[in-house]
């Protein structure tokens, strides 16, 4: 057990005690809750299972005066339920790996740059085209600071972005097709 955590001599003995009043019973005992620890947080996927398993340990030392001497039945159960909370502290959620996307093809970069630029000088007026492009292209920060100068909102700008997106998809849409085939 490592002493990482603090545990003193005492707190160990004490432990052991309560394991078994025999001292050698109460070692293998001891380590056949290690071990059953290990296998606890092993089964659960959790690469670090020694580590979490000494952390159990550690939390139970430090609570079996306030359990000890109330408490029925086999220690491991107690020593397990410690070990549930571990676990839910430590289990962190499951995203998909996902592939990267294929990088993109250069000729589809120049084709879909064509198109936008056709699409916005057809479409946009002037102050359109420099509003969705800054916006487009800046931080929150920068979008923030975009609505600050033009008098806006967060939201009214958002909603203005998203009528010019809107007013350009079928441009874009046509465009596209065109040149795919």
Aim: glycine content about 4%; some cysteine.
């Amino acid at each position: 057990m490592s002493n990482k955590s603090g545990i003193d001599q005492t707190g160990l003995d004490r432990l052991l005690l309560w394991l078994d009043p025999d001292v050698e019973k109460a070692a293998l005992r001891y380590e056949q809750i290690r071990r059953r620890l290990i296998e606890f947080f092993t089964n659960r996927g959790f690469p670090e299972a020694d580590r979490l398993a000494d952390q159990t340990i550690d939390r139970v030392i430090s609570r079996v005066p306030q359990v000890a001497d109330g408490w029925k039945g086999d220690p491991l159960y107690f020593f397990l339920g410690v070990a549930k909370k571990i676990a839910l502290e430590n289990r962190k959620p499951q995203r998909p790996v996902l592939p990267p996307p294929p990088p993109p093809d250069s000729d589809q970069l120049e084709v879909e740059d064509r198109c936008l630029r056709h699409c916005m000088a057809l479409l946009l007026s002037e102050d359109e085209r420099t509003l969705i492009l800054e916006y487009m292209d800046g931080n929150i920060k920068q979008r923030h600071e975009q609505c600050e100068r033009l008098g806006k909102t967060a939201n009214a700008m958002r909603i203005r972005v998203f009528q010019i997106k809107k007013t350009l998809r079928p441009c874009l849409k046509e465009c596209f097709e065109k040149h795919a085939a």
